[in-house]
């Protein structure tokens, strides 16, 4: 049996969660093991990176890259959860014009603290923000230092505003949509949210869980599954030969005489990853070793 080793970058469907739709992966392409690089809601669609085998000892690479959404914004309601599942708690007559909008914009980009929402998976001594708003508790979590690269307006309705976001790992788009809304004087909630960009991964490598499902041959599935190295596009790539292969997988160091230096790196052999590894002055210690035969 060929073992599976990469990367299937999935178009999520709406109302499937995250990991819902890795376990699908997963016994499609027949894989030892699964993960993904990034949950996304039920509610949420688009850019779900699924790691595949030796390619989950890439995940921290992709979990930690620059994300991007398109999302709507609606007007004049608050929400418990801050997106359309929840309960109203407020309402607000105010419907903010594209120019208002607009205007706020720039508080909201760059190094910024963001309250995430009560209803999320973070810990407040030891238990699940989320489990705890269930129960009628009162939850208080810190804000925290996000990055908002990008934020641009693209529609302007009446009820509602529909924007895209290039931010960092840890952004909350419910919580964006809830600060936008207070900052325009009114109240709003998240009432659509697609994923557009996971880096390096984006829609144009994306496919859609049906049409995979509707393959079913196994020669046609490995079309759509990416190399490891796909994922690793801005660290440090180096060539060794067979020999200095095997001694990095049996977690040894080498010698080489390539002087490039980083903190850390790719190693393969005739392009086949063989270890992520530190290389500094000509020394080359494995970190994490791949198993592909």
Request: hydrophobic residues 45%; proline residues 4%.
């Amino acid at each position: 049996m060929i073992k599976i080793n990469g990367w299937v970058v999935l178009d999520k469907p709406l109302g499937m969660s995250s990991a819902h739709a890795v376990a699908k992966v997963k016994r499609l392409f027949k894989a030892t093991k699964a993960g993904h690089g990034g949950t996304l809601d039920p509610l949420a669609t688009g850019v779900l990176p699924i790691a595949l085998g030796e390619a989950t000892k890439t995940l921290s690479y992709v979990l930690e890259g620059k994300k991007s959404y398109r999302f709507e914004v609606k007007w004049g309601e608050a929400r418990s959860t801050e997106d359309q599942e929840g309960e109203v708690t407020a309402t607000s007559e105010v419907r903010p014009k594209r120019l208002e909008i607009e205007a706020i914009l720039p508080k909201f980009t760059g190094t910024i603290k963001q309250v995430p929402p009560i209803y999320s998976a973070l810990k407040v001594k030891g238990e699940r923000a989320y489990a705890l708003a269930r129960q009628g508790k009162e939850v208080k979590l810190a804000s925290r230092i996000i990055t908002i690269d990008r934020l641009t307006l693209l529609h302007a309705y009446s009820e509602s505003a529909v924007f895209e976001v290039e931010c960092s790992k840890g952004t909350y788009i419910r919580s964006l949509a809830r600060d936008l809304a207070m900052s325009l004087g009114t109240c709003g909630y998240l009432m659509a949210l697609r994923r557009l960009m996971v880096a390096p991964f984006s829609e144009k490598d994306a496919i859609l869980l049906d049409s995979l499902l509707n393959i079913g041959h196994n020669t046609e599935l490995m079309k759509y599954l990416l190399p490891i190295q796909d994922a690793l596009v801005d660290i440090l790539a180096l060539e060794v030969e067979e020999a200095e292969a095997v001694k990095l997988r049996r977690g040894q160091t080498i010698f080489s005489s390539q002087k490039e230096e980083g903190e850390v790196a790719l190693i393969l052999c005739r392009g086949v990853p063989q270890a992520l590894a530190k290389a500094r002055n000509g020394v080359i210690t494995p970190l994490r070793v791949f198993n592909i035969e």
